[in-house]
Structure formats: structure tokens, C-alpha cells
């Protein structure tokens, strides 16, 4: 059950100041049409292969009917590229565009929300956070979230890399649209990514007229959201842009222990921008953004009980079980054993934007901007019912173990904390030479610091034992056979004090020239891209893990002893260990685009891009040298060998086309990625949270993506993406020289995944239309993250296909200016039972899920001026 808001205020008062200031202004701007001019044969200008700007004016498959009267048309989303415009029909990429209707449609406010709206896109959470997003395009993304390693898939605000997957989950503010680009992007953006790229694009301000928008949202789970944006016009030259956003949903998971629902979260969003036209040789854009988010992680229900081997979680099994809820289908309430604790997101930045056209055919663009993260990370692994005798948690604990390891004081409450500061330098020329040849050309520098941090020592878990566990323990400590040989009510407890730092910077020198050779017409264009890169990285790890054995003994009363850590083996004590590595890299590009008619481009495109080597902090042991792992094995490595670069090329071949004088679309690519030391984190058998991260070697990535949509009548557009992705690890060579690549599956790559959407526009007259809007969307069989070598079908997350569907009155006119949009949506209307996330190494399960969003309905009403 949601707690009642503390953080209303700003957002009431965006909402009355909107309806004060809705008044007739002769020189604000109509809103946009939906019939402006079209043609059915406009030629497929050509541009570069990046640095694409999506236009806000229509969904890709929108329908636009013509002032002629004539049949209508899918619309053409506009896109730019150094200060041209082209359609996404002419570039040469495969890619998905969502305009701001579009994103309305389909209820996206952030990032998780693609998830399921993009084929060969998979978004998890994080096991410990529900707000650090692990993304994967076409089977490429990352199993773990940490600071010293760096995601597969770059996120794009405004043109700015963010560089940490924490906090990905927030709404933004004012969001205009975001552009998904499947497969290697390396040429003009900031860092290398393998996987792919998401950019988020916000709103401009505009010297044109004062403009607003008001949303007010209301939904299941007592869903209120609330969405103002202001462009306030300041001089002939000077605009700023006012957001906020208020926001508070409950969760799905009510909690009958102490302490926050699962799922309830709150958030507070703001936004200013600014662009000064200083002259006609210089723009000046400025935003700054924060986000403020409260929220309860979910709790992950038991499904299999644990039948595997977990290393010491083997001597309390059997009782975890027992104090454990276990159920195949989702359930409506679990319990936490100690109270509940929120976790809270924090982010803001700054940026500036400085666009000066040196001459007609020369254009420099500097783009600065500064970031902040803190990301506070409370979670509960226990079995969900309530115990106080098994719990996986970092509350306080007076447990006779607890008050040995808080020095005579119960150790405290301690919520682990990401957190990371970063900056970016980028600039470009652009323009034109001889003719014939589009250029860009970039240097570009990030740095950033950061850590995690989980101290003081605090608790990790606690159990109880029974007298055949306890003597196992004795026995293997003989010296503590007889002061414990009285003890009853025996335990078990572990407590934790780490903190990891990073110090990290990239370097980068890019270019991109696109020629339109005198021949075919000016049909055909070459694009070449070339990027040298160099990165810089260092990482510190303390990590301390201390055991107990506590109990009661008579005339004694309770006590706790320490376990010796060499019991176990393979885990080292880490005391200011420090690594250190430095990479390098060039990836060239080469695209080959040629206009087949003036309603049908094809293109072939190689790419080469790379992601830096990290160091893994999972890993329990510091070097090499440490020897054998808990797991007997030598893998001869440690944190401080981390792991290499990994390395792809890919080569595509594309084709987007129009027929039917635009009233049929239809677009394919397919592609061949080679990966040469992919990485990729893997438990290690018999542990609950130890892992490696090793480069796997080569694997291959080969896939289909199409795209179809159609007017079938006037009014109704019935649209298909679909996506086949064939993925596999094709060789690991062990330390023994044996390829074992069988034991490395690929993950969150579903052989199958498909959008189909129906959007028909009911009525439509001078009041406005009546729109129903349609979505099934169905994801493939895939691998979860979390996976171990001898378990890998207990993460598998079976096929599913989600049905959505709206229904809105629009652009219902108020006064000569103001418009109107009521809507009515419902998300997951068959109930479907899905996994969002799956894990295997919990003490008590070999199965444990975090469900998807169940059925939800909501109700937007929209109001423009």
C-alpha cells in the first residue's frame, strides 16, 4: 500500500500555475499539424551514419492525410545530421525511433519502459536494485552492474554519456523522444559500445512564443503523476524551458513484515534549459536536470528450494528452507524479517551546448557537461516469510555475533551506496569539402570518479544450526570443540565492511566523411569512419568478511566465536588492494548506401568498435597468486588481473523502403557480429555472491530484423517489427586448455521477439479524434543473467506476450490556443504471470524471480498551449 506523498507541493503548484497562465496569446504557436505538406516521391537525401536527431512532429507510422484529399500516408520521421534533414528511410542504420506520440502511446517515460517495445532488446534490474538497469541489444549487454566495469549498451542524454547503469530506471522530466541504434556505435559516439545505444532527447527551448503542457496522470496501485513544462520566450533571443515532474506509485508485492511495501516508489524530477542566440555565429544551450527518487526494491519470491551445492550456505539449508515461502506462481504479499528499509536515487548534471557556424559550409560544436550520482541500495534476500531467525539483509544486529562485531554495540543499519561524478569534453567540426564530401570531425575526453560503498561492518545474514551442522563446524576447528561443546541454540552469522573506489579516463580522436562520387545519378554515397581511442583505469578494493559461531552456553550465557576465513578457502581479506590497466583501441567503419529508387535505400556496413577492460569486485581473491578458488579450481587470475578489452565486427546489410505511394512500408538488415574476448561474469560453484569475469573467448551473433507497416484504411495503421537472433559462445578455453564453451550460454538474447500494434483512428472532426491504440508484445525464451555452470536452466525465463491497449480523445480544442487530450490505457491486460528477473545462488533457492508488472490501468489527461 502506497504511504501518502510529503513531496506534492512543487508539483500542485506547477499544475495552478499552468491553468493561470492559460489565456489567449496571440503570439504563441498553434499546435502542429497532422496535414502538413507530403509527397509521395521525395528523394532519400543522403547523411553521415551518426549523429542522428530525431524531429518530434510524427510517429514513424503515423498516418498523414493530404490537403489534396487523397489517401493518406505514413508520415516521415525527420532526422538531421550536421545541419541537414533527411528521413530515418535514408539512414543507413538499423534503428527505432520514438517521438513523443509514440512514447504517449506506448506509456514510455524512461528507460525501463522500452523493455518489450524494442525486438532484441532485453532490460533487467539489478538483483539488489530495481532502478540499476542491466540492458543487452542483440544478445550484448552486461550480467553484472558494477563501477569498475562498463555497460555494452551506451545511454545518451541530450548527446552526454552515462556512464553508470544505477538510476536508469527514473522518469525524466520532459522527455521529446529516444532513438534505440541496434549494433556496434563507435564512430561519433562519446565511448565505445558494443551493444548498441539509446539516446534520451529532451525538449529545446524556443524563442517562437510562450508554450506549456500539463499531465496529470491516475492509475492502478494509486498511480498519481504529475507533468508541467513551461517555454517562456525572454527576449528575441533568449528562451528558457521549465520542467517538473511528481510521481508516487505503489507496488504490487504488499510487505506484512515491518518496515515499506515492495515496489513503492516516489519521485521528484526537474528541469531547466536555456538558449541564447548570442549572434548569428553562436548558440548557446544550457540545461541543468536532478532527479530525486525514493523507493522500495522488490523482494525476490522463492520458486525452487536450493538442491545445489552453495559452500558454507550448505551447513543452514535445511532451516533456510523452512523459514522460507515458496510458490511457482506470483505471489501478493511476502514478508521481510527485519524492518524494511527505503532505497533513494539522486542524480543531477549540467551541460553546455556551444554551436558557432565558423562559415557556410563549417560548423564547431563544443558539448561540456558534468554528473552526479548517489544511488542508496537497501535489499532483503531472505525467504519472504518474516523470519527473524534466517535473514540475508544489512539491517542492525544484537545478535550475540553482531555485538562481537560492532565492538560491544549491535552492528548497525547500513545501505550500500553507489556513487560517481563525472565529466565530458567533446568537440566537432563539421561541414563540407569539395563538393562531394560530408565530414565530421571530433576529439572527445571523459573521466570520472566514483565507489561503492558498504561500511561499517554490518550484517550479511544469520541463521540457526542444528547439532549435526554445528559438529561439522567442530570438527573442522578442532580448537573449538570444547569451549563450544555446550552450546545450544547454535548459529551462524557473517558480516561485511567493504568500500571500492574508481578512478577512470577515456580519450578519444574520431572522424567520419561521407562522399557522393559523380556518378549513378548522385545515388550512391561511401561513409567512412575512423575512431582511435585510449582509457585509463584504476580501482581500489578494501573487503572485509568476517564469520561467527553464536549460541548459548550455560552459565555463560550467549556468546559468539569467529570462524577462521581459511576454513573455507579461497577468499582473501582485501586491504587497500589497488589495480591498474591501460587499453587502446582503433575501430574503423565503412558504409556503402545507394538509393535503389526514390522510395527504396539499400546499404552494407562494417563496423568495428570495442568496450576497455575492467576488474571484477565480486572477484573473492586478489591475484593469481592466490591459488585454487573455494571451488578447487586455479582460474589464474584475481581482481587485479581483471579482464581485457572486448572486441567486435560486425557487418550488416539493410534495405528501407516505401510502396504503395507511401502507403506500405517496409524495412530489413540483417547481420553477422563476431566477438573476439567477450566478457562476461560467471558464479563460482558452491558461493552465494562470488564471481569471476573472464573474457569468453569468441562468439558469434547472426540475426534478421523487419519492420512492415501499412495504411490499410484512411484512418487505421496496422504496423510489425520483428526480430530473429541466432547467439552462441563459440569458444572458452579453460585453464587447462579445454574449450568449454557448452558451459557458457548466451544470455538476454531471445531467438524471437516481435511488436505488433493496431492504431485506428475511430472519428475525427473539427472537435477532434477519437484514436484506439493496440499492442502485443511478445520477447522469446532467453537466459537469465545470473547464472552458474551446472545450472543454467534455473534462470531460463520462458516466452511471453503482453497485450496493451488505449483509447484517447484528442487535440479536443479549449479557447482559440488551448487543446485537450483524455485518455484511457490499460497495460498487461490478460494478467500475463512473467519474470522480470531470475536468480540461482540464494541460500534457499536454486529459483528465486522477481515478477513483472501485473494488469494496470491508468487515466492521462493532457492539456497544451
Sequence with gaps: ?????????????????????????????????????????????????????????????????????????????????????????????????????????????????????????????????????????????????????????????????????????????????????????????????????????????????????????????????????????????????????????????????????????????????????????????????????????????????????????????????????????????????????????????????????????????????????????????????????????????????????????????????????????????????????????????????????????????????????????????????????????????????????????????FGQFTWTPPVLDDRLRATLGLRQSWDQRSARKDFIQTQYIEGQIAGIGLTAVPIPGALFGGVDDFVDVHAAREDRNFSPSFNLQFDVTPAATTYASYATAYKSGGFNTRDPQISAASGAASDGINYGFGFVEGFKPETVRSLELGIKSNWLKRRLRLNGAVFDSRYRDMQTNFMISGTISDTKARNAGKASMRGVELEAAFVALRNLILSLQYAYLDARVEEVIDINGNNVANLYPFIAAPPHSYVATIDWTLLRGGWGKLRGYLNYQYVGDRQGFVITEDKRGLTAIEGYGLLNARLSLAELRLGSRGKLDLSVSAKNILDVEYPAAAVDNLPHADRAVVWGEPRAYGLDLVYRY
Design 1 to 509: 500500500m502506497m504511504k501518502p506523498s510529503r513531496c506534492w507541493g512543487a508539483a500542485a503548484l506547477a499544475f495552478y500555475c499552468a491553468s493561470a497562465v492559460a489565456t489567449d496569446n496571440p503570439s504563441s504557436p498553434a499546435a502542429e499539424s497532422e496535414t502538413g505538406a507530403t509527397t509521395d516521391s521525395a528523394p532519400l537525401a543522403s547523411i553521415p551514419v551518426a549523429a542522428i536527431e530525431v524531429s518530434s512532429n510524427a510517429p514513424p507510422t503515423e498516418a498523414v492525410r493530404r490537403p489534396d484529399g487523397a489517401a493518406a500516408v505514413l508520415e516521415e520521421v525527420v532526422v538531421t545530421a550536421q545541419r541537414r534533414e533527411a528521413s530515418v528511410q535514408a539512414t543507413p542504420i538499423s534503428m527505432e525511433a520514438f517521438s513523443s506520440d509514440k512514447l504517449a502511446q506506448r506509456g514510455i517515460a524512461s528507460v525501463e519502459d522500452l523493455s518489450g517495445n524494442v525486438p532484441s532488446m532485453v532490460i533487467e534490474p539489478h538483483p539488489l536494485s530495481s532502478t540499476t538497469l542491466r540492458i543487452s541489444i542483440r544478445g550484448v549487454g552486461v550480467t553484472d552492474a558494477q563501477v569498475t566495469q562498463d555497460p555494452a549498451v551506451g545511454i545518451y542524454l541530450d548527446g552526454v554519456y552515462l556512464a553508470r547503469s544505477a538510476g536508469l530506471a527514473l522518469d525524466l522530466a520532459d522527455l521529446e523522444r529516444i532513438e534505440v541504434l541496434r549494433g556496434p556505435q563507435g564512430t561519433l559516439y562519446g565511448r565505445n559500445t558494443t551493444g548498441g545505444a539509446v539516446n534520451l532527447v529532451t525538449r529545446r527551448p524556443s524563442v517562437s512564443g510562450f508554450s506549456m503542457q500539463q499531465q496529470i496522470s491516475v492509475g492502478s496501485r494509486d498511480q498519481l503523476t504529475a507533468k508541467t513544462s513551461f517555454n517562456l520566450p525572454i527576449t528575441d533571443t533568449l528562451a528558457v524551458k521549465l520542467a517538473a515532474l511528481g510521481s508516487r506509485q505503489g507496488g504490487f508485492v504488499e510487505n506484512t513484515g515491518p518496515g515499506g511495501d515492495f515496489g513503492d516508489r516516489e519521485e521528484q524530477a526537474y528541469r531547466l534549459d536555456a538558449r541564447w542566440n548570442a549572434s548569428e555565429r553562436l548558440t548557446v544551450d544550457y540545461a541543468y536536470d536532478y532527479s530525486d527518487l525514493g523507493y522500495y526494491n522488490y523482494m525476490f519470491q522463492s520458486i525452487i528450494p536450493s538442491n545445489t551445492p552453495h559452500g558454507m550456505a550448505d551447513l543452514f539449508k535445511p532451516y533456510a528452507q523452512s523459514e522460507s515461502v515458496y510458490a511457482t506462481q506470483r505471489l501478493s504479499s511476502l514478508a521481510s524479517g527485519a524492518p524494511y528499509e527505503q532505497s533513494s536515487s539522486q542524480i543531477q548534471g549540467h551541460a553546455l551546448v556551444l554551436t558557432a557556424p565558423l562559415m557556410p559550409d563549417l560548423e564547431a560544436k563544443y558539448i561540456g557537461a558534468y554528473r552526479k550520482l548517489i544511488d542508496n541500495q537497501y535489499a532483503d534476500l531472505g525467504g519472504g516469510a518474516g523470519s527473524t531467525g534466517y535473514r540475508v539483509d544489512t539491517q542492525a544486529y544484537d545478535g550475540p555475533a553482531g555485538l562481537m562485531a560492532g565492538g560491544g554495540e549491535p552492528t548497525p543499519l547500513v545501505i550500500p551506496q553507489v556513487y560517481q561524478e563525472q565529466w565530458s569534453h567533446e568537440l566537432q567540426l563539421s561541414g563540407r569539402a569539395f563538393e562531394r564530401v560530408e565530414y565530421i570531425l571530433g576529439a572527445y575526453h571523459f573521466s570520472e570518479k566514483g565507489g561503492e560503498h558498504g561500511g561499517p561492518t554490518h550484517h550479511i545474514f544469520n541463521t540457526k544450526l542444528d547439532p549435526s551442522q554445528l559438529n561439522f563446524l567442530l570438527d573442522a576447528i578442532p580448537g573449538l570443540r570444547d569451549p563450544l561443546r555446550d552450546l545450544v541454540l547454535p548459529g551462524l552469522a557473517a558480516f561485511w565492511d567493504y568500500d571500492i573506489a574508481i578512478d577512470n579516463s577515456a580519450t578519444a580522436l
